[in-house]
C-alpha cells in the first residue's frame, strides 16, 4: 500500500470492500438490451417498440458496436436523414469510410446535415481528396460545412487552402474564426494565429481557450499566463477546459503562486470536483515539487476517473519516487479503475526508474491482458523499460509485434541495440526504417553515432555524421558533435577528435570536452587529455568528472604526485567524487554494493562466494591487472581492493541469492575497470551463467568467457 504524507488518509484496499467496480460497456449494454426485451442471445428486434429501437440503436453506437447497430438500423421502419446521418457517423468513427459511403449513396432523401456527417466522416478517416469532392457537390452548404472542411485541411497540415475556403466564406460565425486559430497552432503558424485573434470581430471563450492552449503548445506558457490573466480581466468567465490549459502553462514554467490562485478560481467557480481539473491540478503540484498538494487534491475524492490516477502516478515519478508510482498504479488496478496507454506508459517508466524488470513485466502482462500489449504507446514504453533494465531481446520482440510504428518506435529499438552495443543490428534497424519511409530525427542520429562508438565502426560513424551534417533539413547539434567526438576517440583517433572540436560551429561546452578526456583514458594520452582537462576547467572550475578522469589517467601511467596533487585541489575546493557503487533489484528490494562494503546482511557469504570464485579464477590463469588499482599501495593490497570492486559483490550476491542457470543483471554508476571486465568474463564461464552488466557507458553481457562488446568499450 502507498504511503501518502502525513495527516493524509488514503482510502485504499485495506479498508473494506471495494468501494469503486465497473462493468465494461459490452456487459452494461449487454444488461440494457435483456431489460428492453427481456430476452438472452438475440434479439427479435420485431418486438421493440419504436422509441425502444432508437434507444437501442444509440447505445450500440455509442460502445462502438457498428454491426448490432445496422442489425437495429435496418428493423427500423422508414429511418428518417437524422438516424442515416448516425449510422454513417458511426461507420466513420470506427474507420468503416466503404461502409459509410454506400449507406450515403442508399439515402431516399438528403439534408446539409447528412453531407456535412458525410463529409466530416471522410476527413476523420484521412480521405481528404473525397471530403473536397463531397463538399464541392454539397447542394446548400452552410457555415458548418465551410468550418469542417477548413478545419479538416488544417488537420492535414493544407493551411494554404483552408485560408483561401475561410476567405472564401459567405458568412462567417466565432466557430469558424476559432476552427482557423486552432488549425495554426496546429501548425505551428503562432504569429499567423496571434494577428488573427487580434481582428476578429467577436470572440468567446473558446478563442480565448484555444489562444492560452496554442500559445503554451507552441512553448510560449508565459504569454499564455498573461493572455488568461488579461482574459479574466476582461469579464470572461473560464471553463474547465480553459482552467487546466492554464494550469498546464503554469506546470511548464513552474509557476507556483499562479498555479495556486487558478485552484482558488476553481474552487470558487465550483469546479473542484471536475476530474480533469482535478488531473491537471495533481500534475502542476508534481511538477512544482508539491507532491504533497498532488495527494491532497487526490484525496478530496474517490475517483473513478483514469486521468486522475494517471495523473498521481505520473506525479510520483516526476519527483523521483518511482515505488510509491507503482503502489498507485496497483492500487488502481485493484480497484477496477482500468488503465489506458498514459497510464502503461507512466507506470513502466516507473519500472525504468526503479530498473525493475520483474515489476515491469507484471506491467506487459496487464497491458496484454487489458488487450493494450501491441499498442503503439504501451508498446514504445515497454521497449524503453525492457533495454534499461538489462533485457533487449524482449524489447525486440515487443517492437517486432507493435502495431503502427512509428518514429518513437524506431527510435527506442535503435537506441536500446546502441546501448546494449549490437551495432550491426542497429544498422538493420535503420535501414529498415529508411526503407519504410520513417524520416530519421536527432534522437535516431545519436542512436546511430552512439552505435558506431560502441561497435569500433569508425568509418560508418564518419558516414553518418557528414549525411546528417549535408542534410538541410537536420540541425547537427553539442551533442551530436560530443557523440562523434567519442567514436574517434575511441578508436585512438584524438587528434582528429581535437581537430572536429576546435570546427565546431559553435563553442564546445564541458561535455564535448569529456568525450575527449574519456578517450583519453582508454588510450593513455597525457598530453590531450592535460590540454581537454583544462578546457573543461576553464568551463567548468568544480567539474568532479574531469578531476577524476585525470586523475585516473595520472595513476595508470604511475604519476602519483600528480594523483596527490589533483586530489589536495579537489579536496582544497570541496569536490566530491562520486562513489563507484553497484546494485540489483530482486524481488522488488534493491541491493546496493560500495567497494569493500561488508554492511549487508549476508556479506559473510558474499565474501566467501568472492574467495571461492578468486582461488577458480586463478585456475583458469587470471591474473589481476594492477593498473586498474587506482592507489599507491603495494601489490597484495591492490590485488585485494580489485577483488572487491562494488560489481564483484553485487555479481557474488546473484549467485548466492538467485537460482542456478538464470540470468544475472547488475547496475553501476560508473564504468567497469578493465581488469574486473576480464574477471567478469571468466566468472560467467565458471559459473555457467550469463551476466549482464551497464556501467555508465553500455550494457556488457558476459557468457562463458565472451562479453558481447568484444573487449571494446
Request: proline share 3%; hydrophobic share 40%.
Amino acid at each position: 500500500m502507498m504511503r501518502f504524507p502525513a495527516n493524509f488518509r488514503y482510502i485504499g484496499i485495506s479498508r473494506g470492500p471495494c468501494l469503486l467496480s465497473f462493468t465494461s460497456n459490452y456487459d452494461s449494454s449487454k444488461a440494457f438490451v435483456k431489460s428492453l426485451g427481456g430476452f438472452l442471445g438475440l434479439m427479435n428486434y420485431a418486438k421493440l417498440s419504436g422509441p425502444n429501437y432508437k434507444l437501442l440503436f444509440s447505445v450500440h453506437l455509442r460502445n462502438r458496436r457498428v454491426d448490432e447497430a445496422r442489425e437495429v438500423f435496418d428493423c427500423i421502419p422508414n429511418p428518417n436523414v437524422y438516424l442515416y446521418s448516425m449510422m454513417i457517423s458511426g461507420y466513420a468513427r470506427n474507420r468503416r469510410l466503404d461502409d459509410a459511403l454506400k449507406l450515403f449513396d442508399e439515402m431516399p432523401v438528403r439534408d446539409t446535415v447528412s453531407w456535412n456527417s458525410m463529409m466530416k466522416g471522410c476527413l476523420d478517416c484521412g480521405d481528404l481528396s473525397k471530403a473536397k469532392e463531397i463538399f464541392d457537390e454539397i447542394p446548400g452548404r452552410n457555415v458548418v460545412s465551410w468550418t469542417t472542411m477548413i478545419h479538416g485541411l488544417m488537420l492535414s497540415g493544407e493551411v494554404e487552402m483552408a485560408e483561401l475556403l475561410f476567405r472564401e466564406m459567405p458568412t462567417r460565425d466565432v466557430a469558424a474564426w476559432n476552427s482557423m486559430i486552432h488549425g495554426y497552432f496546429s501548425n505551428g503558424r503562432v504569429e499567423d494565429a496571434i494577428n488573427l485573434f487580434e481582428v476578429m470581430p467577436c470572440r468567446n471563450v473558446v478563442s480565448w481557450t484555444s489562444m492560452i492552449g496554442g500559445l503554451d503548445q507552441n512553448g510560449k506558457s508565459d504569454e499564455a499566463l498573461f493572455l488568461f490573466q488579461k482574459m479574466i480581466g476582461s469579464g470572461f468567465k473560464p471553463t474547465s477546459t480553459t482552467l487546466v490549459c492554464a494550469l498546464t502553462a503554469s506546470a511548464n514554467l513552474l509557476a507556483l503562486n499562479l498555479g495556486v490562485k487558478i485552484h482558488g478560481q476553481i474552487v470558487k467557480l465550483g469546479y473542484c470536483f471536475d476530474e480533469f481539473l482535478s488531473a491537471s491540478l495533481i500534475t502542476f503540484y508534481a511538477n512544482c515539487k508539491q507532491i504533497e498538494n498532488s495527494c491532497k487534491v487526490f484525496m478530496e475524492k474517490l475517483h473513478k476517473n483514469v486521468a486522475v490516477w494517471t495523473a498521481l502516478v505520473t506525479g510520483f515519478s516526476l519527483v523521483g519516487k518511482p515505488e510509491n508510482a507503482l503502489e498507485v498504479f496497483r492500487d488502481m488496478m485493484k480497484l477496477g479503475v482500468l488503465p489506458n496507454q498514459s497510464s502503461f506508459t507512466s507506470a513502466l517508466n516507473a519500472s525504468c526508474g526503479l530498473e525493475a524488470l520483474d515489476r515491469g513485466k507484471e506491467i506487459h502482462s496487464a497491458a496484454i491482458k487489458l488487450g493494450l500489449g501491441t499498442d503503439v504507446f504501451v508498446g514504445n514504453s515497454l521497449i524503453v523499460m525492457y533495454s534499461k533494465c538489462g533485457n533487449i531481446s524482449d524489447g525486440i520482440a515487443v517492437f517486432m509485434r507493435t502495431d503502427q510504428k512509428n518514429i518513437v518506435s524506431w527510435n527506442s529499438a535503435i537506441m536500446g541495440c546502441a546501448q546494449h552495443g549490437f551495432g550491426m543490428s542497429t544498422l538493420t534497424l535503420f535501414s529498415q526504417m529508411m526503407r519504410r519511409g520513417i524520416e530519421p530525427d536527432e534522437i535516431t542520429f545519436t542512436g546511430l553515432l552512439s552505435a558506431c562508438s560502441h561497435s569500433g565502426m569508425l568509418q560508418k560513424g564518419r558516414g553518418f555524421f557528414k549525411f546528417f551534417s549535408e542534410t538541410e533539413s537536420f540541425e547537427v547539434k553539442r551533442e551530436h558533435y560530443a557523440c562523434m567526438v567519442d567514436v574517434l576517440g575511441r578508436c585512438g583517433r584524438l587528434e582528429e577528435a581535437e581537430d572536429l572540436v576546435r570546427n565546431m560551429p559553435f563553442e564546445a561546452n564541458s561535455m564535448v570536452w569529456l568525450a575527449v578526456l574519456g578517450a583519453c583514458r582508454n588510450h593513455s594520452n597525457l598530453d590531450v587529455a592535460e590540454r581537454a582537462a583544462k578546457k573543461i576547467f576553464d568551463l567548468e572550475p568544480n567539474c568532479s568528472a574531469a578531476y577524476v578522469l585525470l586523475s585516473n589517467i595520472y595513476a595508470s601511467a604511475n604519476r602519483w604526485s600528480d594523483v596527490s596533487r589533483i586530489r589536495m585541489t579537489m579536496k582544497h575546493n570541496s569536490i566530491v567524487k562520486q562513489p563507484g557503487s553497484s546494485w540489483v533489484t530482486l524481488k522488488g528490494f534493491r541491493h546496493e554494493f560500495l567497494s569493500g562494503d561488508r554492511s549487508h546482511l549476508l556479506s559473510a557469504k558474499i565474501y566467501q562466494k568472492l574467495d571461492w570464485l578468486g582461488v577458480k579464477l586463478k585456475e583458469f590463469g587470471y591474473v589481476p591487472d594492477q593498473k586498474f588499482a587506482l592507489h599507491d599501495v603495494e601489490a597484495e593490497q591492490k590485488e585485494e581492493m580489485l577483488s572487491y570492486h562494488s560489481e564483484r559483490l553485487a555479481i557474488a550476491f546473484c549467485l548466492i541469492s538467485t537460482p542456478e542457470g538464470s540470468i544475472i543483471r547488475v547496475m553501476k554508476n560508473l564504468r567497469v575497470c578493465g581488469d574486473c571486465h576480464c574477471a567478469i568474463k571468466l566468472i560467467a564461464k565458471i559459473v555457467g551463467r550469463e551476466i549482464i552488466l551497464r556501467d555508465s557507458s553500455r550494457f556488457h553481457h558476459f557468457r562463458d568467457g565472451i562479453c558481447s562488446c568484444g573487449d571494446y568499450w
